[in-house]
T-cell receptor
């Protein structure tokens, strides 16, 4: 299947600092990428939809000024957590939309574990 | 998107078939059924998807009832590495996000 990478795989930062997470589609072009957040023992929660060359669409309750999303190319989307707080500690996962031989598919990155101290 | 209902947990013996059910009674005619799984601390992994007909690939088989109100994911010979949370998702529009429910935690034991 198609490959999606994330960098870094884990990061620890201090409260008040900003952290950037990269999501790359390695072997296909993705016009649409998605960002999810997952807290321990919970399911994935969609944060935003990122379309190449346009502004991201955020889900209700997700602060767009806190979670900055940029999708400048067909293979890269970034999520920047600004002024991070301990409650932002979570597992952040991106995915990329791909239309393959079997139709519409969505492939996920391995996730980035963010710990804010 | 239609909602799905899955049992919270299931157990399966290694080497046996694992049959994971999913109810999607409000599914509409052009919504697909997708299955993903998530192994602990990893990103979800695509397994299979289908619309009306049964589907099979190297990982699993998907059986969709004729009225499309339910489906079953079959792992023919479960291994310990199949221990994961399995998500059944229905989706209408191509390119829209997958919305995850709580899924089924499958525990495969030797």
């Amino acid at each position: 299947g198609a490959v999606v990478s994330q960098h870094p795989s884990w990061v620890i930062c201090k409260s008040g600092t900003s952290v950037k997470i990269e999501c790359r589609s390695l072997d296909f072009q993705a016009t649409t990428m998605f960002w999810y957040r997952q807290f321990p023992k919970q399911s994935l929660m969609l944060m935003a939809t990122s379309n190449e060359g346009s502004k991201a669409t955020y889900e209700q309750g997700v602060e767009k000024d806190k979670f900055l999303i940029n999708h400048a190319s067909l293979t890269l989307s970034t999520l920047t957590v600004t002024s991070a707080h301990p409650e932002d500690s979570s597992f952040y996962i991106c995915s990329a939309h791909f239309t393959g031989l079997t139709g519409d598919e969505q492939y996920f990155g391995p996730g980035t574990r963010l710990t804010v101290t | 998107d239609a909602k799905t209902t899955q049992p919270p947990s299931m157990d399966c013996a290694e080497g046996r078939a694992a049959n994971l059910p999913c109810n999607h009674s409000t599914i509409s005619g052009n919504e697909y059924v997708y299955w993903y799984r998530q192994i602990h601390s990893q990103g979800p992994q695509y397994i299979i998807h289908g619309l009306k007909n049964n589907e099979t690939n190297e990982m699993a088989s998907l059986i969709i009832t004729e009225d499309r109100k339910s489906s079953t994911l079959i792992l023919p010979h479960a291994t310990l590495r199949d221990t994961a949370v399995y998500y059944c998702i229905v989706r209408y529009q191509a390119g829209t996000a997958l919305i995850f429910g709580k899924g089924t935690t499958l525990s495969v034991s030797s």
